[in-house]
């Protein structure tokens, strides 16, 4: 019998955090070893933000529900729901949900997604 030519991803690995915003990341370092990529399925409660941080991956967001607000080298930008976004690595961004509602997307990054490769500003 052939090896299987697909995974199906029913278990991701919830990301601790301490800032109200669920991460779920599908595939990538943390749940599968993929170090290539990072699938997450976030949720962002209203108010929430992140500090400003020059990520050396490029970031992939699609928007699923709500609006997210994101600050990119100084030109802030919010999307909705339906829209989507390339940051480039090495881009000074910040991510945040000023909003009243859940913000809720998919985020990709490649290469996978690491702490050690956010460069978060205190």
Not at 16 to 45: C, R, V, W, Y
Not at 53 to 70: L, N
Not at 109 to 122: G, K, Q, Y
Request: hydrophobic share 35%; glycine share 6%.
């Amino acid at each position: 019998m052939s090896k299987k030519k697909y995974t199906i991803q029913d278990n991701p690995f919830v990301v601790p955090t301490n800032d109200g915003k669920t991460i779920k990341e599908h595939f990538g370092l943390a749940s599968d070893g993929n170090s290539q990529i990072s699938i997450a399925h976030m949720k962002a409660p209203a108010g929430w933000s992140e500090p400003f941080q020059t990520p050396t991956f490029d970031e992939f967001t699609f928007i699923i529900k709500g609006k997210k607000q994101f600050i990119i080298e100084g030109e802030t930008i919010v999307l909705e729901a339906g829209q989507s976004i390339k940051i480039q690595k090495n881009t000074r961004v910040q991510y945040s949900n000023p909003f009243t509602e859940v913000c809720e997307y998919l985020a990709i990054c490649t290469p996978a997604f690491s702490m050690d490769l956010v460069n978060r500003e205190s």
